[in-house]
């Protein structure tokens, strides 16, 4: 309802994602700033829950983009920019379609009033390596999409770099795989090497049609 509200209160507003929370009831950041190599920057520097999350307070804002997991569309809006993009799978999905909202001249925004509990990664944790590929493929597309390739260029590295922190600190820290994190650098490196979680549901699907 407090989505339906915010859409309904703003004429101008494309879209409405609510607070999103872990199971244990904390808050979880759903909204960010877009994707660019400042954000990526910010990151690599350890600053990326400062400068990018936007998921923050407890009014209404606008923000650059929602995550999909709690997001109240408004129809004339998707229609107007053509829906999702069928190019990107399970990730950057709706960072791309909040971009193409905000280029056509739509707001997205912030409902801190609307909540809803987030099972992060439950429909695809059972496959890491293939949403690992999945994640690092789509964010490359987008910055190709809507960047230059000297700024998709310029993301890849930085975004390698995070990761590459990561794993050198899970080294030391308790409960963290090292490996995973290098596995995430070498699929940031490489974007379209691997076969993600999109090859994994079409050979779902063809076996269920079997």
Known sequence: AALRAALIERADAGAAGAMLLRPDGRRQPSAWRFPTPTTALAAAVL?????????????????????????????????????????????????????????????????????????????????????????????????????????????????????????AGALVLRGHQSRRYWRHVTATLRPGSGEGLREAASEHNRGRRL
């Open 47 to 167: 600053l990326h829950r400062r400068y990018t999350v936007q998921s923050t307070g407890d009014a209404v804002r606008d923000v650059d983009w929602a995550q999909s997991a709690a997001l109240l569309v408004r129809r004339d809006a998707a229609e107007a920019i053509g829906w999702f993009d069928p190019a990107f799978f399970v990730y950057s999905d709706e960072v791309d379609f909040c971009k193409r909202l905000r280029d056509a001249g739509w707001r997205t925004l912030y409902v801190p009033a609307a909540q809803a509990v987030h099972h992060e990664q439950l429909s695809t944790g059972a496959v890491p390596e293939r949403r690992i590929v999945e994640l690092s493929r789509n964010r490359d597309r987008y910055m190709r999409k809507h960047h230059t390739s000297a700024s998709a260029w310029a993301v890849r590295w930085l975004t390698a770099w995070t990761y590459a922190l990561r794993a």
